[in-house]
């Protein structure tokens, strides 16, 4: 799936940094581009079932303070929420949320174009157990969602920021386990993949140092986790010759 930092995402203010929560860059850049006029009747059409409306701080894609959803009433149900943070085009939740119509799933995503067509392809499907936010991750993490409220963290992919200058950029970093930990649910997991070698170590690196959570693998690098679909953008890792690391943690008793 697309990274977060494509050419083709919007414009907004979130480049630079804003008086409240960037304290460190974020890990996105939404540059000029424009929806099609077929994912712009989309968004119009769909919006109002799929994507949530946020209360937001300073930032275009920020979340405020003190105000929360309730997942039980977004969704009408108390059921196992799934959050996947830089969703892209929305193939993989898109995937999940059709093969598995117990679970709930919230797509957390910056590229709005990405957020139409997954909005699409879920009414095509007819899916109502999937929501969508555009907003930064970290702060749907620790604002807009309720503590312990995450079965699971889903993060595939994430823009490397693969120069040396960018480096600081990434998402996956020593202050997000604590953030992720407070969204999380006792015994939630956070999934991670990345086709970044030096990106996967610094992954395994920073969460084994993280409290509260404990690795649910053995060996250097989780399996394959098999409720993440083969994408395009996948696909074109391997071709590459990049390989795919995935990891695992649970959010163990305990900060």
Do not use: C
């Not at 309730?70 to 059921?79: H, K, L, Y």
């Not at 610094?202 to 409290?211: D, H, K, P």
């Not at 795919?244 to 649970?250: G, Q, S, T, W």
């Amino acid at each position: 799936m697309p990274h977060p930092a494509d050419a083709d995402a919007p414009a907004d203010d979130d480049a630079s940094d804003a008086p409240r929560f960037r304290e460190r860059p974020v890990s996105f850049v939404r540059r000029s581009g424009r929806m099609s006029d077929g994912q712009e009747r989309g968004w119009a059409a769909l919006s109002p079932q799929y994507l949530l409306t946020v209360e937001r701080d300073a930032a275009a894609t920020s979340v405020r303070p003190g105000a929360p959803i309730d997942p039980a009433v977004v969704f009408g149900r108390s059921a196992p929420l799934v959050v996947e943070i830089g969703s892209g085009q929305g193939h993989a939740i898109v995937h999940a949320a059709g093969t598995t119509p117990a679970t709930d799933f919230l797509a957390v995503e910056v590229f709005r174009a990405g957020l139409a067509r997954t909005m699409l392809d879920a009414d095509r499907a007819g899916i109502d157990n999937l929501r969508l936010v555009e907003a930064n991750a970290p702060e749907v993490l620790e604002h807009l969602l309720p503590p312990a409220s995450v079965d699971e963290i889903w993060i595939f992919f994430p823009d490397p920021w693969h120069k040396n200058k960018h480096t600081k950029r990434r998402l996956i970093a020593p202050d997000f386990p604590a953030v992720a930990a407070r969204a999380l649910r006792i015994g939630g997991r956070l999934r991670l993949a990345t086709d970044w070698e030096d990106y996967a170590l610094q992954m395994r690196e920073v969460m084994t140092a993280a409290a509260g959570f404990a690795p649910a693998f053995e060996g250097e690098w989780a399996p394959r986790f098999d409720g993440r679909i083969m994408t395009a953008f996948e696909r074109k890792g391997l071709a590459k010759g990049r390989h795919i690391r995935d990891l695992v943690y649970i959010r163990a008793d305990g900060k």
